[in-house]
């Protein structure tokens, strides 16, 4: 199991929002933390520390410049994600991103189109290639949501799913939409569903508030998922987590 770092891009600035208010169109979305060092400050620090397989996630528009930075920063050691397709997915690779993360553009209205999958993974290289199946769970079930959380989809994560999503991708992330952000605990179930049933490497985000959350994803994980930790961070503000800990005990 491996600390992958994240950076949440939103008009620029580093961010750390609570990611559950993104689904809840009669509530501003809450932010927990702002940044006033640039994304090439983080995307530094994972270099330096060998944190190889992070994210920089874009959460609309306005992040392309910084996003590119923290790219060059740290080139081949991120991961980049929001707005993702074809046309511009080789552009992010050669502005040095390790890998291209996929979400709302698979879908049409609530139902994967295999055929998009299959069309990116031309365009970058399935080698190249991360899922993002965030997802929200329904009556025991977990169905992926898009368009930043806010759409519930029919695309449920079961076994068959996901064995069909691996022959066009290299890894999964995987964001409990319910607790993301909210530092209140992991979600053990979706932990425990993934570590049973994934085929690919897979980077789990969501709820971790203490070292003892990342202990629970390395114990009903198998150690077989990688994970996130966001809001929690000392680095971002948090109290929770210190990342010099995370880089000590699952770092490279």
């Known amino acids: 199991m491996r600390f992958r770092p994240c950076i949440d891009l939103r008009e ?12 809840d169109q009669s509530r501003k979305t809450e932010t927990n933390f702002s940044s006033e060092q640039p994304a090439t400050y983080f995307a530094q620090r994972y270099r330096e520390d060998d944190l190889n397989g992070g994210h920089v996630i874009m959460l609309g528009p306005g992040s392309d410049k910084a996003a590119t930075l923290a790219l060059q920063t740290f080139p081949q050691g991120l991961q980049i994600g929001g707005g993702m397709n074809p046309e511009n997915g080789p552009l992010w690779m050669e502005r040095g991103a390790s890998g291209v993360i996929l979400t709302s553009y698979l879908f049409e209205e609530t139902t994967l189109q295999f055929s998009l999958l299959e ?8 080698e190249n ?3 993002d199946l965030s997802c929200i769970e329904i009556e025991g079930r977990f ?7 806010k759409t519930v989809t029919d695309f449920e994560i079961g076994q068959s799913n996901l064995e069909k999503l691996a022959v066009s991708c290299s890894e999964f992330l995987v964001h409990a939409t319910r607790v993301e952000g909210k530092q209140s605990g992991i979600d053990s179930e979706l932990v425990r ?10 980077t789990y985000a969501g709820g971790i508030a203490s070292l003892h959350d990342v202990e629970m994803v390395a114990e009903l994980g198998q150690d077989r998922l990688d994970f996130t930790v966001g809001s929690a961070l000392d680095l971002f503000g948090g109290t929770g987590v210190k990342y010099e800990e995370l880089v000590q005990l699952y770092g490279a």
């Open 12 to 23: 620029g600035v580093v961010v750390q929002i609570v990611g559950a208010t993104l689904a």
């Open 119 to 126: 069309k990116m993974a031309v365009a970058v290289g399935a």
């Open 129 to 131: 290639l991360i899922v």
């Open 143 to 149: 169905y992926v949501t898009t368009d930043r959380w």
């Open 193 to 202: 569903l993934l570590a049973d049933i994934t085929p690919l490497p897979t």
